[in-house]
């Protein structure tokens, strides 16, 4: 049904008088005025944007430091900052952090994790701001892959200036394993939950965020299956928290058959690399926990070779990598092969329904989170009392499903009142 709007019948045009006699309608005046605004607002932009990739390549120049651990590390609750820096490539209107944090990994260790804060500058209102804390997608599992290393630390954070607009501060970790040396994290649910958790605590002892105990986790992919885990674990692991709502796309839900469907290409290779030796790092005291019990031997070298690089930068060598194993990766299916079935059990979301309203968006045209994963993974979340709105996208694939959805993430964050 569509709404119909009265339009106004358009006036003649005014008449302005110049000092030569002659006479021009007003609009191609006003035309000249909106052109000449158009041309100095992008130049605004433009400058703007140059200003912050001159700061942001000059912070990325100077950065290894920041990211070197105290010696010894000193013991802190979970989310106290042991370091911070003021970035000066923050969006215009916002003020940024690079922070070192304590949070704590799967097994209760205490550990150091980097990642970025970011706040609308200005006086907070009374009551202080709401916390966005955001899970990055995949981008690798190596230190040097994190998010908040980059020469853009704000340009993996999805719905970024749609969140600062609407006054929200956004606590975005990189998880542990990346950026400051700390045990892997990659798809490992609990400590990358404790860390989006942990993140949001790093913004409320800023003081200059102005931040309230309100929460709202906010992730995709990888980063939705870890603020599905923080929205989990936040009653018992940060109960001061006002959580208010959780919003994922394309989360990584079901992981046994995420890694059954997508094994037979080139990003389930990737991923499983990651993944596989992350599960052994951080599980090595697992009885039967071995990469030849699930990998051939061709695997084990690929996701050897492959664990180091970096999704974004270096995508070439990692197709390089992969290419050759697909189909010739897996000895037998993780999903069904014991400790590693139950490690993907334990680390698939959905053990608890969430306490807080949860919006998931998906695209249909998604080849690597497959929409039929994400529709049973809402119908049990459903099943076992999660109040979820599911949001399916005809056409959008994986990698803009987060993108496109952000105008419904806000709707719905206002419509839930976080």
């Given amino acids: 049904m569509t709404a119909h709007r009265h339009v106004p019948t358009r006036p003649e045009p005014a008449r302005i008088e110049h000092v030569d006699g002659g006479t021009r309608p007003a609009r191609l005046v006003v035309g000249l005025i909106v052109a000449t605004l158009i041309c100095m607002t992008i130049s605004s932009i433009a400058l703007n944007d140059s200003r912050r990739l001159a700061e942001g390549v000059a912070e990325h120049r100077d950065d290894a ?8 590390v000193p013991a802190g609750a979970p989310g106290a900052i042991i370091r911070s820096e003021r970035l000066l490539s923050a969006p215009a ?3 940024a952090w690079r922070i070192l944090y304590h949070s704590r990994d799967v097994h209760g260790a205490d550990i150091l994790v980097s990642g970025v804060i970011v706040a609308p500058a200005g006086p907070a209102p009374s009551g202080g701001r709401t916390v966005v804390s955001w899970g990055h997608p995949t981008t690798g599992a190596a230190p040097r892959c994190a998010p908040s290393m980059g020469i853009d630390p704000f340009d993996l954070i999805e719905g970024l200036h749609a969140l600062l607009e609407e006054g929200y501060i956004v606590a975005a970790t990189d998880y542990a394993g990346m950026g400051a040396p700390s045990p892997n994290s990659y ?11 942990d993140a949001a605590r790093a913004a ?7 931040a309230s105990d309100r929460l709202v986790l906010w992730g995709h992919s990888q980063g939705g299956q870890a603020a599905l885990f923080a929205g989990e674990l936040a009653p018992t692991y940060a109960p001061e928290f006002d959580l208010l709502a959780a919003a994922v796309a394309a989360p990584a839900s ?3 058959a995420l890694f059954d469907a997508d094994v037979g290409d080139v990003s389930g290779v990737t991923i499983g690399s990651y993944a596989f030796l992350a599960y052994a790092e951080v599980y090595a005291g697992v009885a039967g926990v071995r990469l030849d019990s699930i990998l051939t031997p061709a695997g084990i070298e690929a996701a050897q070779s492959v664990a180091p690089l970096c999704l974004l930068s270096q995508n070439k060598q990692i197709h390089e990598i992969t290419d050759p194993v697909v189909g010739n990766f897996l000895l037998h299916d993780p999903a069904t092969t014991q400790p590693w079935a139950d490690l993907l059990a334990a680390n698939t979301p959905g053990s608890k ?9 998906q695209g249909e045209a998604d080849t690597l989170v497959r929409p039929e994963i994400t529709e049973r993974f809402v119908a049990h979340e459903r099943s076992i009392g999660t109040r979820v709105t599911y949001l399916p996208f005809p056409h959008i694939d994986h990698g803009l499903i987060a993108i496109v959805a952000m105008p419904d993430v806000i709707k719905w964050l206002r419509e839930v009142g976080a």
Wanted: hydrophobic content about 45%.
């Fill in 187 to 197: 798809l490992v649910g609990p400590t990358e939950g404790q860390n989006m958790l």
């Fill in 254 to 256: 079901d992981l046994g």
């Fill in 204 to 210: 409320r002892s800023l003081p200059e965020t102005g």
């Fill in 65 to 72: 430091a920041f990211y070197v651990l105290p010696s010894p």
């Fill in 93 to 95: 209107g916002a003020n």
């Fill in 353 to 361: 329904p969430l306490a807080v309203p949860l919006l998931v968006v």
